[in-house]
């Protein structure tokens, strides 16, 4: 038996591939020179077309920076340029205004010169006319000689050239000639009383005539509550009450007589009632002057007893809710009544427009036998006979602060009063003879 031999078939697999060697690292930059160099050995081709490009990167950003170094200094240059030309108008402005301040200075010298001139002929003006005065005799020299004094300070000042600056000062002038620096909490400025004083001197004394009895009944010192009647369109009887007490009362006492709100509609009359020692007419304001231990003039009739018309003259109104006795009450006040006679006839309202009075917003517009027929010199009051008594004083506070919520007792010292001003109204008609005469 024969032995066979084993064959072996190899059949080729799949080539693997041929390990390959690392490829070369770059060469370093060293600042002692090339590595390569010292080692005798080049670079290849592909690095050194890479360093060539970077070289060319690193180039160009410096070209443009240069440029734009350019382009700003020529901005500047330009700038300077504008800069230097702006301060050069500027240099030839203030030469300019310079000049004319040295021309003002040697102008400003002569208007001097002529003003001093102008102020030595007013001096020399108002001793002449102060020495005039002062030999005739005058009342009241003292105060006028003190107006004219501000005339002619306001005549000196307005010589000055110096026109705007010299314009506020005589506005101001102006509006101080006549004027306190210092009024009170209301209003009154004794200035301005000295001022008007001869107007209302001359309406007491010559135009109305007017008599007083009865003015030692006001208390010499203390509070008090002066009640009286309202009428003649206008509140004049306020300010001859007022008048009265100062001229007739051994104490010369001092009266601030409360005015309706209608009143201070009016620019000017308002100003100068408020001025002369009127009072707006409230419950605070009242309080206030009697706490100060004054005498205060109300008129309960209100609006009413002012617009009443001709015919219905000393017909008493209603006095309203009876406020001045729960006034009286709460400060311990005497009430003293008084009655005006003479006052309803000094502008007899004969008729009233309402259309006028929603114009104007005043509660009535009276039309007179005078006004609107003669113009504003229709608004000149007749020239009546006029008579102001003032009653003992009654005392309303008897029953003390309990009785300020009893209407009832309220009611019936306010009817008390009214009654003794209708009565001391009646004697004096039954006893005056004519209106203009007495």
């Not at 390990?19 to 080692?39: D, I, L, M, Q, V």
């Not at 008048?243 to 009362?249: D, G, I, S």
Request: proline share 7%; charged share 30%.
């Amino acid at each position: 038996m024969g032995t066979r031999k084993a064959t072996v078939e190899v059949v080729p697999g799949p080539a693997l591939p041929r390990p390959t060697e690392p490829p070369p690292r770059p060469a370093r930059h060293s600042p002692r020179g090339n590595h390569h160099a010292r080692n005798g050995t080049a670079l290849a081709p592909e690095l050194l077309g890479r360093r060539r490009d970077m070289a060319a990167f690193s180039v160009e950003p410096l070209l443009e920076g240069e440029k734009i170094v350019e382009v700003i200094d020529r901005k500047l240059d330009d700038r300077l340029r504008v800069v230097e030309r702006e301060a050069l108008d500027r240099l030839s402005q203030l030469e300019q205004q310079l000049k004319q301040a040295l021309t003002d200075a040697r102008w400003e010298e002569r208007v001097q010169e002529k003003e001093q001139e102008v102020r030595s002929r007013v001096d020399r003006l108002t001793e002449e006319l102060r020495g005039t005065l002062s030999s005739q005799p005058v009342p009241d020299k003292k105060r006028r000689l003190r107006f004219f004094d501000g005339v002619a300070s306001l005549v000196r000042k307005g010589a000055r050239v110096n026109w705007w600056t010299s314009l506020r000062q005589v506005l101001r002038e102006i509006r101080m000639i006549g004027r306190s620096e210092e009024v009170d909490e209301f209003g009154m400025d004794p200035v301005f009383e000295e001022l008007v004083m001869p107007v209302l001197d001359f309406f007491y004394h010559r135009w109305w005539r007017i008599e007083s009895n009865g003015v030692k009944n006001i208390p010499s010192e203390g509070r008090g509550l002066l009640v009286s009647n309202h009428s003649g369109t206008l509140p004049f009887d306020g300010a001859m009450t007022k008048l009265a007490v100062r001229k007739e009362h051994p104490a010369k006492r001092e009266v601030r007589f409360l005015v309706e709100d209608f009143v201070f509609y009016f620019p000017f009359l308002s100003s100068a009632i408020m001025r002369f020692g009127g009072v707006r007419a409230c419950q605070e304001n009242a309080q206030r002057l009697l706490d100060h231990d004054q005498l205060v003039a109300v008129y309960p009739e209100g609006v009413k007893g002012l617009g009443k018309y001709y015919k219905h003259r000393y017909q008493l109104a209603r006095f309203g809710r009876g406020g001045f006795i729960t006034l009286c009450m709460r400060s311990r006040s005497p009430v003293v009544p008084v009655a005006v006679v003479g006052a309803e006839e000094t502008a007899p309202i004969i008729a009233k427009s309402t259309f006028l009075a929603k114009l104007f917003r005043v509660p009535y517009f009276p039309i007179t036998v005078t006004f609107p027929w003669l113009g504003l010199l229709g608004l000149v009051p007749l020239p009546t006979k006029w008579t102001i008594d003032f009653g003992e004083p009654l005392d309303v506070t008897d029953r003390g602060r309990a009785s300020l919520s009893d209407d009832l007792f309220i009611n019936r010292q306010s009817e008390r009063v009214r009654s003794a001003i209708h009565n001391m109204m009646i004697y004096r008609l039954q006893r005056r003879k004519s209106i203009f005469f007495g």
